[in-house]
């Protein structure tokens, strides 16, 4: 089973940047990180799991909750199995645990981008999280 691991979370002040990752590992049963979209979800204490973002397997398609648009920006390598979430002009918002899914599904056809967005995507996979904690 490919499994997923967050890192790249911290301290940072309000205005500041970190760069998650997504690293997902070897392949299994035929399945390879490739083959999966991969989304960014947050969550605080007491509140609801929040999409954040999302790229589809190839990296030519992506997009983003209204939070995010503008600040956060999701891209892979999956020559290193890897997905990013850059967040730049973090605020005090932002803090909350981060989470990558995975998501294996090649039935949104050729247009993912509107596809996807008007859908409920099962994900297979979730990673253990990493905390994101941005000081004012």
């Known amino acids: 089973q490919v499994q997923l691991a967050e890192s790249g979370g911290g301290l940072v002040q309000a205005g500041g940047s970190l760069r998650l990752a997504c690293v997902g590992s070897a392949r299994t049963s035929g399945r390879t990180f490739s083959n999966y979209a991969i989304d960014w979800f947050r969550q605080t204490p007491g509140k609801e799991r929040e999409f954040v973002a999302a790229?589809?397997?190839?990296?030519?398609?992506?997009y983003y909750s209204d939070s995010a648009k503008g600040r956060f920006t999701i891209s892979r390598d999956n020559a290193a199995n890897t997905v990013y979430l850059q967040m730049n002009s973090l605020t005090p918002e932002d803090t909350a645990v981060y989470f990558c899914?995975?998501?294996?599904?090649?039935?949104?056809?050729?247009?993912?981008?509107?596809?996807?967005?008007?859908?409920?995507?099962?994900?297979?996979?979730w990673g253990q999280g990493t905390q994101v904690t941005v000081s004012s």
């Open positions: 899914a995975a998501e294996h599904n090649w039935a949104y056809g050729s247009n993912w981008l509107l596809n996807r967005q008007s859908s409920t995507p099962k994900y297979d996979l």
């Open positions: 790229i589809d397997w190839s990296g030519d398609s992506s």
